[in-house]
């Protein structure tokens, strides 16, 4: 039987690998592994920077 059949909540959980607790939706960054391992994070004036793809949003043209 599906989850959602069945009428189950399904949950997604932030769990920080090093100390196995749940961290709060608010203090998750963004960020991706570079080439060389280095954890480089993202703020939200670096995304909001990148230049979006034609068609990737309502409205759009």
């Avoid at 059949?5 to 709060?24: M, Y």
């Avoid at 998750?28 to 994070?41: F, P, Q």
């Amino acid at each position: 039987m599906e989850p959602t059949e069945n009428g189950a909540r399904i949950r997604r959980r932030r769990i920080c690998e090093a100390e196995g607790v749940e961290v709060p939706y608010g203090d998750v960054a963004r960020g991706y592994e570079a080439a060389d391992r280095r954890t480089v994070v993202l703020s939200d004036s670096d995304l909001a920077d990148l230049p979006l793809p034609a068609g990737c949003c309502a409205g759009s043209a």
